[in-house]
């Protein structure tokens, strides 16, 4: 296996700060990548993106393959030209999905049929058809298609049951990624990260963590987390997980978002970690102030504050000299831009804490 990563400085014990290619560009680590499930991450051109230190975006495969579809994205020149992100795009596999709508899909060995919540119709998603779709939407980084379960309600039967199907879905990713991009430069050729599940279980995880490393793909995701199992859960594999990571390949923590987490997270050992929770949030007013503190833009106390959301801040919303008073009119009233300017600041707030890292 290649070396994929470069570590430029080793931050704490288990942390580090780094860099790795793609086919289009360098990838600064640690990094916080926002979710543009249907194209562009919502409510935000591409340049406002940019201007918060976002360096890559996931896009969302599933949802994608809906509507418009990944044929109609690839006849427009792939999600690039389409969304207008110019930057390295990453998607996931749609195997979030297989939890997300749960009661609207089925899982047997070929693959997880979805029933659409919308309309009812039917759409069979396997290892080879994720493979096929991300390849056709153009993104610089693919996910292989897993089997993410709940861990609330979870027996260790289900847990091991997921595991085992991952991992053998993993091998038809591989062999369809392979099969697809035989005839690539390696300039030319997007990343394959193959996925660690294991739920809660510590030694399914490394096993999990092993099979995936002695394999070839190109990075390593680690699934199945931040799904309802708790912090000191997620915390404790994580921390397992630390000292076992191959220091060739990057390592990216699917679905996490919340400050304390990415903290923790790139602490030990991540370096790229994804989430709509900033800017989801942002679109309901909720952003973050000093020291993680949350801010509920639309309270009435705001109403006649001057100041911006928090003094300081280096972010276009805040250094354009917005107040909370005016963004919080702007919620009150319904108009979209509050969410977009919001949206700015908390991105450009979990942006400054992956800068931090690497400037230790």
Same mark, same amino acid.
């Given at each position: 296996?290649?070396?994929?990563?470069?570590?430029?400085?080793?931050?704490?014990?288990?942390?580090?700060?780094?860099?790795?290619?793609?086919?289009? $560009?360098?990838?600064?680590? &640690?990094?916080?990548?926002?979710?543009?499930?249907?194209?562009?991450?919502?409510? !935000?051109?591409?340049?406002? *993106? =940019?201007?918060?230190?976002?360096?890559?975006?996931?896009?969302?495969?599933?949802?994608?393959?809906?509507?418009?579809?990944?044929?109609?994205?690839?006849?427009?020149?792939?999600?690039?030209?389409?969304? $207008?992100?110019?930057? &390295?795009?990453?998607?996931?596999?749609?195997?979030?999905?297989?939890?997300?709508?749960?009661?609207?899909?089925?899982?047997?060995?070929?693959? *997880?049929?979805?029933?659409?919540?919308?309309?009812?119709?039917?759409?069979?998603?396997?290892?080879?058809?994720? +493979?096929? +779709?991300?390849?056709?939407?153009?993104?610089?980084? !693919?996910?292989?298609?897993?089997?993410? #379960? $709940?861990?609330?309600?979870?027996?260790?039967?289900?847990?091991?049951?997921?595991?085992?199907?991952?991992?053998?879905?993993?091998?038809?990713?591989?062999?369809?990624?392979?099969?697809?991009?035989?005839?690539?430069?390696?300039?030319?050729?997007?990343?394959?990260?193959? *996925?660690?599940?294991?739920?809660?279980?510590?030694?399914?995880?490394?096993?999990?963590?092993?099979?995936?490393?002695?394999?070839?793909?190109?990075? +390593?995701? #680690?699934?199945?987390?931040?799904?309802?199992?708790?912090? =000191?859960?997620?915390?404790?594999? !994580?921390?397992?997980?630390? &000292?076992?990571?191959?220091?060739?390949?990057?390592?990216?923590?699917?679905?996490?978002?919340?400050?304390?987490?990415?903290?923790?997270?790139?602490?030990?050992?991540?370096?790229?970690?994804?989430?709509?929770?900033?800017?989801?949030?942002?679109?309901?007013?909720?952003?973050?102030?000093?020291?993680?503190?949350?801010?509920?833009?639309?309270?009435?106390?705001?109403?006649?504050?001057?100041?911006? +959301?928090?003094?300081?801040?280096?972010?276009?919303?805040?250094?354009?000299?917005?107040?909370?008073?005016?963004?919080?009119?702007?919620?009150?009233?319904?108009?979209? !831009? =509050?969410?977009?300017?919001?949206?700015?600041?908390?991105?450009?707030?979990?942006?400054? #804490?992956?800068?931090?890292?690497?400037?230790?």
């Amino acid at each position: 296996m290649a070396q994929l990563f470069t570590e430029l400085r080793r931050v704490g014990k288990y942390g580090r700060f780094g860099r790795f290619e793609t086919r289009r $560009g360098s990838v600064l680590t &640690p990094t916080f990548m926002p979710d543009g499930t249907r194209g562009v991450v919502k409510s !935000l051109l591409a340049e406002q *993106v =940019a201007s918060t230190g976002v360096q890559v975006v996931l896009a969302n495969t599933y949802h994608l393959h809906l509507q418009p579809g990944e044929k109609v994205i690839k006849k427009l020149g792939g999600l690039h030209a389409f969304g $207008g992100w110019q930057g &390295p795009i990453l998607t996931d596999s749609g195997g979030f999905q297989v939890f997300s709508l749960g009661k609207h899909t089925k899982v047997t060995e070929d693959g *997880v049929q979805f029933t659409d919540p919308v309309n009812g119709d039917k759409h069979l998603i396997t290892p080879e058809s994720s +493979i096929q +779709i991300q390849l056709d939407l153009g993104a610089d980084m !693919l996910v292989a298609f897993d089997h993410l #379960i $709940g861990l609330d309600k979870a027996s260790a039967e289900d847990v091991k049951d997921a595991f085992e199907r991952t991992h053998r879905w993993l091998e038809r990713c591989m062999a369809e990624f392979k099969r697809l991009t035989s005839g690539m430069k390696p300039s030319e050729r997007p990343l394959l990260f193959g *996925v660690v599940q294991g739920g809660l279980d510590l030694d399914l995880r490394k096993k999990s963590l092993e099979l995936v490393q002695s394999s070839d793909v190109d990075g +390593i995701a #680690i699934g199945g987390l931040s799904v309802g199992e708790g912090q =000191a859960a997620m915390f404790k594999v !994580l921390e397992t997980l630390a &000292p076992l990571y191959d220091p060739a390949r990057p390592r990216f923590l699917l679905g996490v978002g919340e400050p304390s987490d990415l903290r923790f997270a790139y602490e030990h050992g991540i370096d790229m970690a994804d989430c709509v929770l900033p800017t989801r949030n942002a679109r309901h007013g909720s952003v973050w102030g000093k020291n993680d503190k949350q801010i509920n833009l639309t309270n009435a106390q705001y109403s006649e504050d001057p100041l911006p +959301i928090v003094e300081g801040c280096d972010c276009f919303t805040c250094a354009s000299g917005y107040s909370r008073a005016f963004l919080r009119h702007q919620f009150r009233v319904g108009e979209p !831009l =509050a969410g977009s300017l919001a949206s700015i600041h908390n991105l450009r707030y979990l942006e400054r #804490i992956c800068e931090t890292y690497r400037k230790k």
